[in-house]
């Protein structure tokens, strides 16, 4: 795909309500033998599957994918119904089968797990000849960090489609350069510590996307590549706007735009799809901030984006992650409590 042809595709929370707080101290109340049980079994069942052969380990990840579409009832109607909406908001075929679309989004969860325990105790290098990136010479090049002139960095967005983890090991193999993923706090010690593992394998970098605003900046004005995640609903960021994807408003974040926009760091959205055993990573749209990027540009870009996920997820539906509450609002969320407490009033 070329730069400026984005219409074809090549085949902490604010709230301190007594529900926050009390989460937040059992994410934090955690006892030191439990969450180190829990770690150990999770390193011991990943360090199984990471030497296992690769495609053993991906039809063991898309049964526990499956079975995981079965036992998971509130994930699996999340994503039929978002499914459901899309085709009713003609995102989607009208023909598609969605219970087996749905199925097919889990299973890829489960494969993309599988890599994941392989990424993070082999490294990229156990995925040698298994990728190639469409687009490559699109990606700026901006100077390291450790040179006297240095250039605005770079910031790479992705979805939650194909194997993002895997991406950005990709990219930064490409780039020869160190690339630091921004991710969020999960509500187990356990689980936390396992993920900064594995994107920190290969000398990447880790932020928290809560309190790590200045450290991203700082490393955009040194050169520095970040990566991150865009379509996530951000319920309690103020950089939050309403915005169309798959034909329905989605809370979209502008943060990483107002970070491009902040620092001159040029910004790039790949998109990583399966063929197989091997993944493909298509650069699709790289753009650098104009000198005054004002609302409007922010607002742009980010509609932009999402057009170009909507058209990857009608040509690729069953590799995004349909089982998130993506179109969530704070309404929502509000409706959704009282018909789970009918008695709470």
């Not at 309500?17 to 011991?44: N, V």
């Not at 999402?306 to 997820?313: E, G, H, P, R, T």
Request: charged residues 20%; glycine residues 8%; positive net charge.
């Amino acid at each position: 795909m070329s730069l400026n042809s984005p219409s074809n595709f090549s085949k902490s929370p604010r709230d301190s309500g007594p529900l926050t707080k009390t989460m937040a101290l059992l994410t934090e109340d955690e006892t030191s033998l439990y969450s180190k049980l829990l770690y150990a079994l999770i390193w011991l069942l990943s360090f199984i599957l990471a030497y296992l052969p690769l495609r053993l380990s991906l039809r063991i990840g898309a049964l526990g994918g499956g079975l995981f579409f079965w036992l998971a009832k509130r994930r699996r109607s999340i994503a039929i119904d978002n499914l459901t909406q899309a085709v009713k908001n003609k995102a989607l075929p009208p023909d598609l089968n969605i219970r087996k679309t749905a199925r097919g989004s889990f299973e890829n969860l489960g494969r993309t797990a599988a890599e994941s325990f392989r990424l993070a105790h082999r490294g990229l290098k156990s995925f040698k000849g298994l990728y190639r990136i469409i687009g490559e010479e699109n990606i700026p090049k901006a100077n390291p960090p450790s040179e006297e002139s240095r250039a605005p960095g770079l910031i790479f967005l992705t979805g939650h489609v194909g194997n993002w983890e895997l991406s950005s090991k990709v990219i930064a193999e490409s780039l020869s350069r160190k690339l630091t993923a921004i991710g969020r706090h999960q509500s187990s010690l356990a689980v936390n510590r396992f993920l900064i593992k594995l994107r920190t394998k290969d000398g990447g970098g880790f932020i928290f996307k809560r309190d790590g605003a200045r450290a991203m900046l700082k490393l955009l004005r040194q050169g520095g590549v970040l990566g991150t995640l865009f379509d996530q609903a951000d319920l309690l960021g103020q950089s939050a706007v309403r915005l169309n994807l798959m034909g329905k408003p989605a809370l979209t974040t502008l943060g990483p735009l107002k970070l491009a926009a902040k620092t001159g760091a040029a910004v790039t959205t790949l998109f990583g799809r399966r063929e197989g055993l091997a993944h493909v990573f298509e650069i699709v749209r790289s753009v650098i901030p104009p000198p005054q990027a004002d609302r409007s540009w922010l607002i742009s870009e980010a509609t932009l984006l999402n057009d170009l996920l909507s058209q990857f997820i009608s040509c690729y539906p069953d590799q995004w992650m349909w089982c998130h509450r993506r179109w969530k609002t704070p309404e929502s969320l509000v409706a959704q409590a009282r018909e789970d407490w009918p008695n709470s009033n």
